[in-house]
């Protein structure tokens, strides 16, 4: 199968998720052919400062053998009054196949792929979606425990303004895993509780009961003040420390997916913790960046269903 873009993970299937990630497996164990992507051109148009995903994205280009132009916040018409419908026409006649995209509007890649001939990439969309970092956490969690069906996750902090969250919600649930959103009322409505996902307010009584920790970012850009918990308040509720590293279960893991603020998301004695995962991840990223860029381009195959474990509970 094969669509023409990723805009967020709710466009897939669960087995055509599955096949990306098993695919982004194959890539990090071994690195695929440089012909995968040969002749096709790559536009990078991203209109907000990036290192994680900007970088990654550019090494799986290189990796899969695509022609990269990177067209940096600024360098873009776009600015000059020209439409998204003149970028896409413009691109497309210069016979750019695939635009990889950031932009701070919701909703952006989407306007962008109505009018693009090519495959558009969301690489995130102001508070809405951002679905190669969500792929990357799930290869995390399946290259950890073997599996993401039946396990429990906790997304703790600014669920409300994260797009990272958002996909990581989409993703988990698609596959099976239990998810628990942890935070203040003010950054964690109560309206985001539904099906499998639970709203929870306390950190400490959660801890004990999970696989994985994913802590976001708090994320001041985005953030209205009259919103904004002090951060001292936050941190004494929120943050992860030494006191709460020892309420996990031995076998649990905690991942951020960065940026982090040091002494509010976390303290220094995370970084020494058995269980912190970040730097997986970011090597995660450039595996399934590959596998996301072979997927829009050539299309994968769908990985069969496998039996779902019974939920896990407290």
């Given amino acids: 199968m094969q669509r023409r873009n990723l805009l967020d993970l709710d466009e897939l299937e669960a087995g055509e998720l599955r096949g990306l990630l098993d695919q982004a497996q194959r890539f990090g164990a071994s690195p695929p052919r440089r012909d995968l992507l040969r002749d096709i051109i790559v536009v ?3 209109f907000e400062p990036s290192t994680r995903t900007y970088t990654s994205f ?41 635009i990889v995209t950031r932009h701070p509007e919701s909703g952006f890649p989407y306007r962008l792929a109505e009018s693009f001939e090519g495959h558009v990439i969301n690489a995130g969309d102001g508070c809405h979606a951002h679905p190669t970092q969500a792929l990357l956490d799930l290869l995390t969690l399946r290259t950890e425990f073997g599996r993401v069906e039946g396990l429990r996750v906790a997304l703790v902090g600014d669920i409300l303004h994260s797009r990272v969250a958002r996909s ?10 239990e998810v628990l959103l942890v935070g203040p009322p003010t950054l964690l409505p109560a309206s985001m509780e539904r099906g499998r996902v639970k709203v929870l307010r306390s950190l400490d009584d959660v801890l004990p009961h ?10 001041r850009e985005r953030i209205a ?45 995370v970084f020494d913790f058995r269980g912190w995962r970040y730097a997986q991840q970011v090597a995660h990223g450039v595996s399934a960046r590959m596998a996301v860029l072979d ?6 195959p769908v990985s069969p269903a496998p039996p779902r474990p019974e939920s896990i509970l407290v």
Avoid: C, W
């Avoid at 550019?58 to 600015?79: Q, T």
């Avoid at 696989?211 to 994320?219: F, G, P, S, Y």
């Fill in 44 to 46: 990078n148009l991203f």
């Fill in 58 to 98: 550019a090494i799986a280009e290189h990796l899969v053998g695509a022609d990269v132009i990177a067209l940096p916040p600024g360098s873009s018409s776009l600015g000059k009054g020209e439409t998204i419908a003149d970028t896409a026409l413009t691109l497309a006649a210069m016979n750019v196949r695939v």
């Fill in 168 to 177: 990581n919600i989409l993703g988990l649930q698609a596959l099976g895993a």
């Fill in 210 to 219: 999970v696989d994985a920790v994913m802590l976001l970012r708090i994320q």
């Fill in 225 to 269: 003040a009259a919103v904004l918990p002090e951060l001292d308040d936050y941190a004494r509720n929120y943050r992860m420390d030494a006191r709460r590293l020892e309420l996990l279960a031995p076998h649990a893991i905690v991942m951020h997916p960065g940026p982090y603020n040091r002494g509010v998301e976390l303290t220094e004695e």
């Fill in 295 to 300: 997927y829009v381009v050539n299309g994968l």
